[in-house]
């Protein structure tokens, strides 16, 4: 089954964040990845191949109850050593593949040094209200819904957001997910900026007006993928009985070489991590003010728009032709077979 589908269970249907920042670069890739289903190539499955090992090695880990620093790094090594010896991505000699080992191991290092031990302590404190199984993954799947305007103006229809996180913990009086990504470059502006007030707001406004020409599918995509993780998150407290909890999201980079440095003639690699808490450039005070709850109106009413548009199959990319074949169209796989693309290189000028 295709990803745009519908569930007769639920009377929903079905998108996925990563569905739906697809729809923001083009939405007629978006028709030929998820609602097709045509694979396309994948420059990035050795890097995504790497974070699985490390976040397998985390959660790992994080299961046991440890919150030791030490115990916590031993831990997490030794599983990724078990992992490592059944890892068969081809290098071209050894040396190669016992420098990559050492990269993963620093990277683990600098996870517990800057938030394991704290994440550790915080996912005990759930265990006290709540099963360990539910907080630890990785991939533990969550679930938000919408609801959109039905065909031609009937009833109300709803749209099941699906997004994971690799694991929940305590944050004072807050439940944070915790989703490994390979680096924070797509976030753009939101690594540095901690309210929604002013430039994001503005540049997230920007792209949906197509009388300007910004043109930001990532950061709009972080943005939606915020709201729809927040709100499976707020889904998931009900069901483990903490709903009094507020609820948010951080991103954690396990393959972002640029904090990374080697000594080649002792064989020794030392990274560090950055991560970042979406939540506080997502919020809208006006509207947690008035629900108490880590949401943005804007945010969520235009998450809703998109996701009626896919629901109702609403592929043409005509509104940001210009952007996407500047844009997203060189790096395509599915241009070969994009009618939108194949006009604009076949047309006559003149």
Known sequence: MTEHARDDETDATKLTVDGLETYLHCPRQYEFAHDHGLAG?????????????????????L???ETDHGVLVDAMQDRLEALWADHDEPFHSLAQ???ERRVLEATLEAYVDRVGVDHASGIETLTAETDRRALVGPEIELSSTVSVPGPDGSDETRVSIESTVDYVYA????????????????LGLLRYRSDWEGAVAEQFTDHFDPE???FEPAFVGALFETAVIVGGLRARCEQLGLEDRTCRYIQVPLADRSRTAVNWASETVETSLEEVDLTDAYIDHHTFGMTHEHRNRTVDDRLATVASQLAAGEFEPTDRWDEIASDVCPNCEYSVCCQEYIAQEVRFDG
Do not use: E, N, Q
Not at 45 to 56: N, Q
Not at 171 to 186: H, M, Q
């Open 212 to 214: 300007t020409d910004v």
């Open 171 to 186: 944050d004072g009086s807050a439940v944070v997910g915790v989703r490994f990504v390979p680096t924070l470059r797509s």
């Open 63 to 65: 299961r046991d109850g």
């Open 97 to 99: 593949r016992r420098h």
């Open 41 to 61: 190539s994948d420059d990035d499955t050795t890097i995504d191949d790497r974070v699985a090992l490390l976040r397998a090695a985390i959660c790992d880990g």
